[in-house]
């Protein structure tokens, strides 16, 4: 049986208010992912090319929120730079555990776990001071993944239907079967395997250039082993739905603002309306600087 994380913390903030699985941006099917402040404060988010950036502030504390807008909870395999948070292990979902999201509400992750009492703070700090960077995987610096599993639930044995009788097909379209047509549609999408094939890879080959720009290893900040902190939690049993397959994977990645500057994030954007004024505002004398 699988066991999984709770947070006491957690469960007071998580009152109602909240083959390799495909990366979505921090919020998709009914989950979502924020990286917050030390007071609870979403920091600043922006939305570039389909992916999540966060901005980051050197020494600066964080936490992460992972919410679920669902009726159902489910285990969020949490990963900070490519290292598991509960572990510090290399980031794999099929064999770390995560902590469990309880329906329509959300838990806070705020460091790397040491015990079932405590856990070492998310800090930014340097790429190579980062906790990923002193094990071994600085090429993972910049992001932080939530990989999301549903409970297996029993439900009851159906009631035995009795079967349709089939129908004959006299030749035209529409008096084909629906297995008649999964057939057909079946053949007719294995004839041009090939050619998709070339296509996706010449997809791919046109991209490649697009994900280099956001490689880990452009990152100016990276999360550091911070300091200890009080943050206890329990184990419960929780059996996924599939072991092996997540229902969502989310990605946020952070920098700073000189790093998503380079990636043609405007952080800092300047609004005005109609011309320039020269002498925006009236002073008799210059004051000092502050």
Do not use: C
Not at 81 to 96: E, I, L, P, T
């Amino acid at each position: 049986m699988k066991r999984a994380l709770l947070s006491m913390l957690a469960a007071l903030l998580a009152a109602p208010t909240l083959a390799q699985a495909r990366v979505r941006p921090h919020s998709a099917g009914g989950y979502s992912v924020q990286i917050e402040n030390a007071s609870g404060q979403v920091l600043p988010t922006y939305f570039h090319h389909g992916q999540t950036f966060v901005l980051g502030d050197y020494g600066q504390r964080y936490q992460l929120r992972v919410r679920n807008h669902t009726g159902q909870r489910v285990e969020a395999v949490v990963t900070v730079d490519g290292r598991d948070a509960v572990s510090g292990a290399v980031g794999d979902y099929r064999n770390q555990r995560g902590y469990i999201v309880p329906p329509y509400g959300s838990v806070v992750v705020d460091g790397f776990r040491q015990s079932h009492q405590s856990v070492a703070a998310f800090r930014f700090t340097s790429p190579g001071d980062s906790y990923s960077a002193r094990r071994g995987t600085p090429q993972n610096v910049g992001v932080v993944g939530v990989a999301v599993f549903r409970e297996k639930t029993h439900r009851p044995v159906p009631l035995a239907r009795p079967q349709p009788t089939p129908r004959p097909w006299y030749g035209r379209a529409e008096e084909r079967s629906l297995d008649d047509l999964a057939g057909a549609g079946a053949e007719a999408e294995a004839a041009p395997a090939a050619p998709k094939a070339s296509a996706d890879a010449s997809r791919a080959k046109r991209r490649a250039p697009m994900a280099d720009r956001y490689a880990p290893r452009q990152n100016n900040l990276g999360t550091q082993y911070g300091e200890s902190r009080h943050s206890p939690v329990v184990e419960v049993p929780f059996v996924r739905r599939d072991t092996h397959h997540p229902d969502r994977v989310l990605a946020v990645y952070y920098d700073n603002a000189e790093g998503l500057a380079a990636r043609g994030i405007v952080v800092y954007p300047t609004y005005y309306s109609g011309t320039p004024d020269p002498f925006p505002a009236e002073r008799q004398f210059a004051p000092p600087p502050p």
